[in-house]
Every structure is written in C-alpha cells, then in structure tokens.
C-alpha cells in the first residue's frame, strides 16, 4: 500500500513538470473523483460464463498531464469495491473484494470536452470475504478465503470534462489476473464515476 501512494506521488510530480514545460498546452491537474461500480466475474476463461453483479462504489485521486493539447495521461489511486452474486440453492451466494487500484489512462480527446481512454491498472486486494444468505438465519454463512493477492487489467472507457473541472465517465475493467488458482475467475467492472479537478 506505501510502495503505491510513493509511486503514485513520484509520477504525479514527473507529470507536472513535465506539463510545466510547454505553457502553450493544457494545464496539468489533480482531483478527486467517486462513482458506482457494477461488478462481477468471469469463470473458467469462458466471457459467456458471467457471475451475477455485486453492486459497490469506488473512490480515489487523480493526477493529469497533457502529451499536447489532445492527448494526455492520467494517473489514478483507487479504493475499489468488487466481487460477485450468484443465486443458488435458494439462497444468494456473495464474494465481496475490495482492492487498492492503480489505473494509469491513455486520453484523447475528440472534442473540447469529450475524451476516450484506454490503459493498463494493478490492483492489491486489501480485504475479501464470502457469504450465503439463505434466507433462513440459521443457516446464513459467512466464510473468508484468500485471494491472489495481485491482479491486473486493462481498462476503456469514454467521459465528458467541462471547462470548469467537473468530468463524467464511463469505464470498463477488463481483469487478466486470476482472482483464485482454481477456475481462472477475472474482475469484470463497470465504473460510473465523477470527478472535480482540486
């Protein structure tokens, strides 16, 4: 967790001066940015064999620096909720995974405001937990199992920034990391989010 805050703070600080350089290009910024995740997982390397969604949320800062006036690349720290639903057996069945992520984004922008992106992330898993809800209380479960504790992907996505900071997005992660050895299951999030340039 400290090896990606420092990392992530040594790029944001290479990025900035880098965008100091040229005073003629879009401004470097940093900010905030939050939304809601719809996520869940795809099994025995089968993208038709999806898992139900678990609903979540994620949260995190950014660091942006223009290539030239239409390209740039965006850094970002996030806290990310993930995991599955599967109804079986009567009951629901739940994988709640959280991670640290680290997405680092490809941007071109099209028009004034709006953007495409493309890049590659790291996450860390930091907790994770199963339960099954039966329906029934006595029978209700709640069991922890340990995940790989590393996962990667590759993100794409497509948003909206206004010129007074606010952006709007639409991502889709695309896991390539196994979350466990057995079944090759991957995260597959959607991430809704909206961010305020500090």
């Given at each position: 967790m400290k090896k990606l805050v420092l990392l992530?703070?040594?790029l944001l600080m290479a990025f900035q001066a880098g965008n100091a350089q040229d005073a003629t290009s879009r401004t470097a910024n940093v900010g905030i940015k939050g939304g809601y995740n719809l996520a869940a997982v795809s099994l025995d390397d089968d993208d038709n064999a999806d898992t139900g969604n678990r609903s979540g949320f994620?949260?995190?800062?950014?660091?942006?620096?223009?290539?030239?006036?239409?390209?740039?690349?965006?850094?970002?720290l996030l806290y990310s909720q993930q995991g599955y639903e599967i109804e079986a057996n009567g009951g629901t069945f739940t994988q709640k995974l959280d991670y640290i992520n680290l997405p680092l984004m490809l941007k071109g922008y099209l028009a004034d405001s709006f953007f495409l992106e493309v890049g590659p992330q790291i996450g860390v898993?930091?907790?994770?937990?199963?339960?099954?809800?039966?329906?029934?209380?006595?029978?209700?479960?709640?069991?922890?199992?340990?995940?790989?504790?590393?996962?990667?992907?590759?993100?794409?996505?497509?948003?909206?920034?206004?010129?007074?900071?606010i952006s709007f997005s639409a991502r889709y992660h695309l896991g390539l990391g196994d979350i466990y050895d057995d079944g090759s299951p991957k995260n597959r999030v959607w991430l809704f989010s909206v961010g305020f340039d500090l």
């Open positions: 992530f703070g040594i994620h949260i995190g800062v950014y660091g942006e620096s223009f290539l030239n006036q239409n390209i740039s690349l965006q850094l970002e898993a930091i907790s994770h937990k199963e339960e099954f809800d039966s329906n029934f209380n006595l029978f209700d479960t709640s069991q922890e199992f340990e995940p790989n504790s590393f996962d990667y992907g590759v993100n794409f996505g497509a948003g909206f920034k206004t010129g007074t900071g």
